[in-house]
């Protein structure tokens, strides 16, 4: 299986921060690569796919960089809304694999 | 709208069995494959299987493989999860997600772009 690593796993920022989170596979993925916020008791949601393509209805504030094995989520002006976990997942593979989880929490 | 509703949550004994379905809805359901995902408490999300649009597909984690079975009612505009034997460590919330791809050049990207709100499973004595 592929094997997503997220760092870090919590970051403290204050609102206007520009903050980056950064997700490894260990292996190649190409761009085969996503991103999911989550916050307390609600479902995930997806924010960008195929690495670095934005969702519809998703702020610009969000974008996505990388190919192959490195890939950063970066949100350019942190709003309060924004402060949950934020989830990399690989589509690569036909077995999906979610990184650990980066708990984003208010300064 | 995507909307997608899971039940057959509850408390059952270790060895148990549970059957968990979704119903969907705001779109065409036997054109799209679905996903079933879990959080056990306080923990992140596991991918746990899939199934295409015409069922002819299967995939399972290896942590549930032999155990669970996932299968669909494209009539009903349903997913479905038997869970057999289930262990204590199957204990968490399970979503049902849509599997959803955008074509760029000759690929398809693939995303889950729309999730249920979960159901829970605890497995207690």
């Known amino acids: 299986d592929i094997q997503m690593t997220q760092s870090p796993s919590s970051l403290s920022a204050s609102v206007g921060d520009r903050v980056a989170i950064t997700c490894r596979a260990s292996q190649s993925i190409s761009s085969y690569l996503n991103w999911y916020q989550q916050k307390p008791g609600k479902a995930p949601k997806l924010l960008i796919y195929?690495?670095?393509s934005l969702q519809s209805g998703v702020p610009s504030r969000f974008s996505g960089s990388g190919s192959g094995t490195d890939f950063t989520l970066t949100i350019s002006s942190l709003q309060p809304e924004d402060f949950a976990t934020y989830y990399c997942?690989?589509?690569?593979?036909?077995?999906?694999?979610f990184g650990q989880g980066t708990k984003l929490e208010i300064k | 709208e995507v909307q997608l509703v899971e039940s057959g949550g509850g408390l059952v004994q270790p060895g148990g069995s549970l059957r968990l379905s979704c119903a969907a809805s705001g779109f065409t359901f036997s054109s799209y494959s679905m996903n079933w995902v879990r959080q056990a408490p306080g923990k992140g999300l596991e991918w746990v299987s899939y199934?295409?649009?015409?069922?002819?597909?299967?995939y399972y984690a290896d942590s549930v493989k032999g155990r669970f079975t996932i299968s669909r009612d494209n009539a009903k505009n349903s997913l479905y999860l038997q869970m057999n034997s289930l262990r204590d460590e199957d204990t968490a919330v399970y979503y049902c997600?849509?599997?959803?791809?955008?074509?760029?050049?000759?690929?398809?990207?693939?995303?889950?772009?729309?999730w249920g709100q979960g159901t829970t499973v605890t497995v207690s004595s």
């Open positions: 997600a849509r599997d959803w791809g955008q074509r760029a050049a000759s690929y398809y990207f693939y995303a889950m772009d729309g």
């Open positions: 199934i295409s649009s015409s069922t002819s597909i299967i």
């Open positions: 997942q690989q589509s690569y593979s036909t077995l999906y694999t």
């Open positions: 195929a690495a670095s």
